[in-house]
Structure formats: C-alpha cells, structure tokens
C-alpha cells in the first residue's frame, strides 16, 4: 500500500487506477498517516518550512490581536425594492405599449373597412316578379299558429 502511495506522490500512478487509494485514504487509518508522512518527507527534502506544533494556538493568538473593524452592512434589501420598482415600472409600460398596439391595429383595420368600395347588386328582383309569385310562396306562419287545446 506505501508503495501505491508513493507511486501517486511521484505521479508514477495514472488518474483512473488511483480511484482505490483515493477511497481508502479518506477511510483514515495507517493509510493515511502514511500519506501525512510521505508529505511531510517531501516538504522537509525540498526546504519548505514546516508548521510547528503549536501553530494553531499561534494562529488564534494572531487572529486575536488584529483589530475588529466594524463596517456597515449593505443594504441589500434597498438595493431589491429598487430592482423590484424598476421590473415594475417596465412591465407597466410594456402592458400599456401592448394594449396601444392592439387598439391602434383595430383603428387600422376598421379605417381599411370604412375606405372600401360598395359592391353593386348583380341583379335585383322587380316588385312585379314577388308580387306574381307571392300565392305559390309558402306560408310559414299557419305552421307556428296552432290553435291550443287545454282539454283533456
């Protein structure tokens, strides 16, 4: 298993069959102690400086001292109700141009309507022909005129 490890450190291992040691090296135990060492060796042969022991008490200690520098929070909920009235007022707008477009295409059409020519008859009927006819016309209204008989 130190030998995988150190495969990978050295980049002698390819990617895809290092999915295993990867697993187990998150799993914790001497496999992982083993890669903390390994790190550790490396960062000692190349000179970088390694953390002492107390580094974390020396970080806090750190982070003590600087001062606290209180600054005022953003106000992001003015910054929301701007964006908010501005999608607003420009839907507002839209809706009115929509509806002035739809009107004026109506005004449009109907002033087309108005400049229209009338059409002439092709042929209409003298009196004389309805008047000669009207006997043989039938005479819907016997049909709708029943007399009705409420005696049982």
Do not use: C
């Given at each position: 298993?130190k030998?995988?490890?150190?495969a990978?450190?050295?980049g002698?291992?390819?990617?895809e069959?290092?999915?295993?040691?990867?697993?187990?090296?998150?799993?914790?135990?001497?496999?992982?102690?083993?890669?903390?060492?390994?790190?550790?060796i490396?960062?000692?042969?190349?000179?970088?400086p390694v953390f002492?022991?107390?580094?974390?008490?020396?970080?806090?200690?750190?982070?003590?001292?600087?001062?606290?520098?209180l600054?005022?929070?953003?106000?992001?909920?003015?910054?929301?109700?701007?964006?908010?009235?501005?999608w607003?007022?420009a839907a507002s707008?839209s809706?009115?141009?929509f509806?002035?477009?739809?009107?004026?295409?109506?005004?449009?059409?109907?002033?087309?309507?108005?400049?229209?020519?009338?059409?002439?008859?092709?042929?209409s009927?003298?009196a004389?022909?309805?008047?000669?006819?009207?006997?043989?016309?039938?005479?819907?209204?016997a049909?709708?005129?029943?007399p009705?008989n409420y005696s049982?």
């Amino acid at each position: 298993m130190k030998s995988q490890i150190s495969a990978l450190m050295d980049g002698d291992m390819a990617l895809e069959d290092a999915e295993y040691l990867y697993t187990t090296l998150k799993s914790g135990g001497e496999s992982a102690q083993a890669w903390s060492d390994y790190h550790l060796i490396g960062d000692a042969m190349r000179g970088n400086p390694v953390f002492k022991p107390d580094f974390t008490e020396r970080l806090m200690a750190a982070l003590e001292e600087e001062p606290v520098l209180l600054v005022p929070a953003v106000k992001r909920k003015q910054a929301v109700l701007k964006n908010s009235r501005f999608w607003s007022v420009a839907a507002s707008v839209s809706a009115v141009a929509f509806v002035g477009w739809v009107v004026l295409q109506q005004q449009v059409q109907s002033d087309l309507d108005d400049d229209a020519t009338p059409m002439e008859i092709a042929q209409s009927l003298p009196a004389d022909y309805w008047l000669a006819h009207q006997s043989q016309a039938s005479n819907n209204s016997a049909y709708y005129i029943q007399p009705a008989n409420y005696s049982e």
